[in-house]
């Protein structure tokens, strides 16, 4: 049985991950704009094994095993699925764009 591995090792990354990013955060709130501003651009390469952990926290597999589960759709089954994510990321991405715009 691999999903609670699977879960406990992505919950232990995005723990990891978290806690790195309120390490570089937390004391930079106390300083200057500018410092704030180069943490946050830095913090970005923090968000992949972010998302990489939840991807496997959600699904209760690794990456590698859903893969290759993608690989066995047929290829319509790809692309609907696949133009469904693409869509959903796009409407979340422009609502938080305007959000953002306010």
């Known amino acids: 049985m691999k999903p609670p591995r699977v879960r406990g090792r992505a919950l232990a990354g995005i723990s990891v991950a978290l806690g790195v990013l309120a390490f ?9 704009v500018r410092a704030l501003a ?7 390469l923090l ?9 496997e926290l959600i699904f ?10 993608w690989d066995t759709l047929p290829r319509w089954q790809q692309y609907v699925c696949g133009a469904f994510v693409l869509a959903v990321f796009t409407i979340l991405f422009l ?8």
């Open 60 to 69: 209760g597999a690794s990456v590698p095993d859903l893969a290759g589960r």
């Open 24 to 32: 570089i955060f937390i004391p930079l709130f106390a300083q200057e």
């Open 47 to 55: 968000l992949v094994p972010i998302l990489y952990f939840m991807v």
């Open 95 to 102: 609502v938080l764009m305007l959000h953002a715009g306010e």
């Open 38 to 44: 180069w943490a946050r651009s830095k913090a970005g």
